[in-house]
């Protein structure tokens, strides 16, 4: 059973840009968040590129492959799914991310990191 | 098992493709070869020679490459040449004193240029064309000169006239023939040649027999004729045919011709069956092939005979297809008609300058010979036509009748061709050679081409082979998918005639109607792109942002280490001493790496995304615009100094260029476009490396387009010449707008013309005969996109919400921790890694 959630307040909605992304320092870690009005939903993932070496997937470009919602990196092009943080252009690299809710006009994360999705699963 | 010693005398074009076959036929190993190379480099390509005056180096133009022969275990001898052979002992004598036993003997010494033995034809600057150092000799000797006269009106002295006209000489040719080309033409051809070739400032004396050379009062020469005229030259280019180079057989005893050529047999044997002969040094049934294409079939033949195959030489189809000075001259087979019993067809049309010939069989059913000036469209198929033996239509004259509206042109399908079709004669790939390709896992042109070599010697059978592949890969049933993404079942052309057509003015809108999904990082900055050709809406819009590459979002590039670059526009390079001060000003209040571009601009890098949206106002303030170095877009145009300061410069490249920019910045494509205009023939700015390139001339601007540096470079065609003003605007409206209607996605221009069916030819008959009744909208759509330019930046800074998103953290001011410079050279750069790993200090 995981720890009870504490949910803290990141911005408004407004802050936010339709369809893509923006930065958030969130306890000294950079989260990319991205916003889809389609389905109200904020995706939280690491804004690291670990390819790259540089802070810089709010800026990517979203994009979808079958159901899955990606964000592609705006260095080398590899895809990030925005749900599980799985690299779409190889699977061994997995990002970190966050739980949000959207209260109201303010967008709320939960500051733990999600599982990685393999151990995900098991719970 | 011993090897077998093979010597190979002269490493030119020929001698060349005898190792590469010898390489391919896998027999390499079997022999010890020895190569003996005349001149002070290996085998280049001697076909597109002229393109050393355009800017082509030797190392372009190379054939052998001394790292694959020695891959291969060649002994070359460099500048080294053979000077005796001696048959009872087997060896060879170089000039270098080297005495080597062969079992083998290869003779490919191709030939020299025949220089008719008048009284003065060995003065000083009295030349010939065919190796590099005789185009050094050349230019070193133009530079000096202001008229230039080429003797002999054939196929290379027309090349060569156009070489010294390039090189900025008044320019004559001298024939001793009552017509240009004699060989290839009949008169009504040659007049049509002649007056467009005079046209372009050649002056052009037929019937017109040189008798001496001797002291000129005004230039170096004078040239005397027999009918007693003179004309003054500095300079006298000889072109009056080629000698096979027959000595060291000659001298050996090998059966030579009687006027010259190593004798040989269909094996490619001399009179001596351990020595062949191959190229143009080689005489086969009474006759001496001046082509390539022939020689290499030789050298095939000759690889086959060392290596116990059964290959034999047939001779060789004498049809040429040249472009002289921008004027197509097609001449296949019995051109003049000589054949008993032919029949002529022709058509003249004085106002297009075209003139076509069919010479068919009495019957009527085969095609013998044609003649084509002024339009080469349709050699391909005529040329299937004799080659192949192919029926011809009831009516053969539909063959060169220009195609009535509506009618289809009347090509010859590439189903109709037999499978022993020669589709490219350079290197004797046939229609089945295609067909194996293909069968065999080849699913592009470019694959065809590197395994078949179709395409990579003269390219003039590239249209064809690109459309005998792509029939070859449909009826295989190879769906090859033009479709831009899987979110939308179209190519990049198809959507934009839905978007232009239906006036769609969203990616939202088009996704409805045509797509499905959500889009992503393919389709997004491709329909981006799309719409902002067609409506110039702001980039930033809130409807359009979503689809911007990052670069686009935020109005500059991405740098390694999310910081972005800062590049104002400088059109044409010019810049005021005040406004580079404020460069230097920007640069250094916010610390940023300066740098000149290549594209002669001012980069500054290191801009904190944050930063961005200060760093623009305060340019904005002093005048700068953006520079669009983000965008698929018009990037820069480069230009030289030009005739303002220039001592050489024939016109005011500066001003065009600046002209040039501000009426195409901001304009989005396919992918970037570039520009330069050089001042003369000098090409200081190099233009023929640009999409658009234009170079001054006495009489107006030459216009070229499709050029790339980058990875693949491409020199850029030269699409017309001595255009007014007016005139070049016009051509680049409509050529860049045809090219933003029908390219494909991120395709440069030079790639977009490589795939551009019917090539240059066409482009031009859409551009300049507005043969598809679209220019005018072409320049209206233009027109469109200069009048509603605006300054993204400008247009940026002063909208607070635009503003907004140039922010590192919604909820915070700090900057990204991971942005570490460090100093070098008296300026800032990122950090490495393990710089990054260590404390140090921070710089900016
Ligand atoms: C800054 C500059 C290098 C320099 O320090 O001189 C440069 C820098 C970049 N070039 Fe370039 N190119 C620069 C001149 C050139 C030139 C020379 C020229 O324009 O005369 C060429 C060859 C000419 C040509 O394009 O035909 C050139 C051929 C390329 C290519 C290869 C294009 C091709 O068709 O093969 C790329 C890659 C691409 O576009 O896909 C490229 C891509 C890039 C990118 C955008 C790579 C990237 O995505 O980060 C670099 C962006 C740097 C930045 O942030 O501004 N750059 N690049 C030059 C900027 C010129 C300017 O003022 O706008
Ligand atoms: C300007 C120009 C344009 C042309 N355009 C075309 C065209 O459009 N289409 C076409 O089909 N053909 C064209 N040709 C003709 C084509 O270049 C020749 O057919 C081809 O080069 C012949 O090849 P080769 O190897 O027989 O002779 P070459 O290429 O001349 O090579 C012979 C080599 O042997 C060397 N050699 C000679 N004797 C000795 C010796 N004793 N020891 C060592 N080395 C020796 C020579 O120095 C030379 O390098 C053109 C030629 C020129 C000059
Ligand atoms: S050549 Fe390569 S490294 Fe240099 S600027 Fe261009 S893209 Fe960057
Ligand atoms: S015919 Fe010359 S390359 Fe094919």
Request: negative net charge; aromatic residues 6%; contains cysteine.
């Amino acid at each position: 059973m995981p720890a009870a959630q504490q949910w803290i307040h990141v911005c408004n909605i407004d802050d936010l840009v339709a369809d893509s992304g923006v930065c958030a320092l969130v306890e000294e870690r950079q989260v990319a968040l991205f916003y889809v009005p389609d389905q109200r939903r904020v995706y939280a993932i690491d804004n690291f590129d670990p390819v790259g070496q540089a802070n810089v997937l709010s800026r990517g470009l979203i994009g979808s492959e079958g159901d899955c919602l990606f964000v592609a990196s705006p260095l080398y092009k590899e895809r990030y799914c925005l749900d599980s943080g799985v690299c779409l252009d190889n699977d061994a690299v997995v990002l970190d991310t966050w739980k949000t809710r959207i209260d109201g006009d303010s967008l709320l994360i939960d500051p733990r990191p999600r599982q990685p999705v393999a151990m995900r699963k098991a719970v | 098992m011993s090897k077998t010693r093979l010597v190979v005398v002269g490493n030119g074009m020929v001698g060349h493709q005898f190792l590469q076959s010898l390489a391919d036929s896998g027999h390499m190993a079997a022999f010890d070869v020895t190569v003996f190379c005349e001149e002070p480099r290996l085998a280049y390509d001697r076909v597109y020679l002229s393109a050393w005056f355009s800017g082509s180096t030797a190392e372009d133009l190379a054939l052998g490459q001394i790292d694959q022969y020695r891959a291969w275990g060649l002994d070359v001898r460099i500048g080294e040449k053979v000077v005796e052979i001696n048959r009872d002992d087997r060896l060879v004598v170089s000039d270098k004193g080297t005495t080597l036993s062969y079992d083998k003997l290869v003779l490919a010494t191709g030939s020299y240029p025949f220089v008719p033995p008048v009284p003065g034809h060995d003065r000083e600057h009295c030349l010939v064309y065919r190796t590099i150092e005789d185009l050094e000799a050349i230019k070193a000797s133009a530079a000096n000169g202001r008229v230039g006269v080429v003797v002999g009106g054939g196929l290379l002295g027309l090349e060569a006239a156009k070489a010294l006209r390039d090189l900025g000489l008044e320019t004559h040719v001298v024939e001793f023939a009552p017509r240009l080309m004699a060989v290839q033409l009949d008169d009504m051809g040659g007049a049509l040649l002649r007056a467009k070739i005079e046209a372009l400032g050649v002056q052009v004396h037929t019937g017109c027999n040189t008798q001496r050379i001797v002291d000129g009062e005004r230039c170096v020469h004078r040239m005397e004729f027999a009918d007693g005229a003179t004309l003054e030259t500095d300079l006298v280019l000889f072109s009056a045919g080629i000698r096979p180079r027959d000595q060291l057989a000659r001298a050996c005893g090998l059966a030579v011709g009687e006027r010259g050529g190593i004798v040989i047999d269909n094996h490619c044997r001399t009179s001596d069956a351990q020595i062949y002969a191959i190229g143009e040094c080689a005489l086969w049934d009474g006759r001496i092939f001046g082509l390539v294409a022939p020689g290499y079939a030789m050298a095939k033949v000759a690889v086959s005979g060392l290596t116990g195959g059964e290959e034999v030489f047939t001779g060789a189809d004498m049809s040429t297809r040249l472009k002289l000075m921008g004027v197509d001259v097609c001449s296949i087979g019995d051109a003049q008609g000589r054949t008993p019993g032919a029949k002529n067809y022709t058509w003249l049309d004085e106002s297009a300058g075209t003139y076509k010939k069919l010479v068919v069989s009495a019957d009527k059913k085969q095609l013998l010979g044609a003649i084509l000036v002024g339009d080469a469209e349709g050699y391909g198929t005529l040329l299937q036509y004799m080659l192949n033996a192919i029926e011809l239509p009831a009516h053969p004259e539909t063959l060169i009748l220009p195609s009535l509206e509506g009618a289809p042109a009347a090509g010859l399908g590439v189903a109709a061709l037999p499978e022993s079709a020669q589709i490219c004669s350079c290197h004797d790939v046939s229609k089945g050679d295609v067909q194996r390709a293909v069968g065999g896992g080849c699913c592009s042109v470019a694959d065809v081409k590197r395994a078949t070599r179709a395409g990579t010697g003269c390219g003039g059978c590239v249209p064809l082979l690109t459309s005998l592949v792509n029939h070859e890969l449909e009826s295989l049933g190879v769906e090859v998918s033009h479709d831009l993404c899987e979110h939308f079942p179209y190519t990049r052309q198809d959507l934009y005639n839905l978007i232009r057509v239906e006036g769609i003015q969203s990616f939202e809108q088009l996704l409805a109607r045509y797509g499905r999904g959500k889009g992503c990082h393919i389709c997004k900055p491709a329909v981006g792109s799309i719409l902002a050709s067609c409506w110039n809406d702001y980039v930033l819009d809130p409807k359009h942002l979503i689809l911007q590459d990052t670069n686009d979002t935020f109005l500059a590039n991405m740098q390694k280490d999310g910081t972005y670059s800062v590049v104002p526009r400088i059109a044409g390079g010019e810049i005021t001493p005040d406004k580079l001060i404020v460069l230097g000003e920007v640069a250094r209040d916010y610390n940023l790496y300066t740098k000149i571009t290549g594209g002669q601009r001012v980069d500054l890098f290191g801009a904190r995304l944050e930063q961005l949206p200060a760093i623009w106002r305060r340019l904005i303030d002093a005048g700068f615009e953006t520079g669009h170095a983000y965008g698929k877009s018009v990037r820069t145009v480069k230009s030289c100094v030009g005739s303002t300061w220039c001592r050489f410069g024939v016109d005011d490249s500066v001003g065009l260029a600046i002209d040039i920019e501000n009426r195409y910045k901001g304009l989005r494509a396919p992918h970037k476009i570039k520009f330069a205009v050089s001042g003369c023939t000098r090409e200081c700015a190099e233009a023929q490396s640009k999409d658009i390139g234009v170079i001054a001339t006495e009489n107006g601007w030459n216009l070229y387009v499709c050029g790339n540096g980058g990875m693949k470079p491409r020199h850029a065609d030269l699409f017309a010449t001595d255009l007014d003003r007016e005139t070049l605007i016009k051509y680049i409206d409509r050529v860049l707008m045809f090219y933003i209607r029908t390219a494909d996605r991120l395709q440069r221009t030079s790639v977009w013309m490589e795939n551009l069916e019917g090539g240059l030819d066409y482009l031009r008959d859409v551009v300049i005969n507005d043969s598809l009744g679209v220019a005018e909208e072409l320049e209206r759509q233009m027109a469109h996109v200069v009048e509603t330019y605006e300054c993204e930046w400008k247009k940026t800074v002063n909208d607070a919400d635009a503003v907004k998103r140039f922010r590192q953290f919604v909820n915070s001011d700090q900057p990204d921790s991971n942005v570490v410079f460090v100093e070098e050279r008296g300026q800032i750069r990122p950090a490495r890694p393990e710089e990054k790993a260590e404390p140090i200090v921070m710089v900016g």
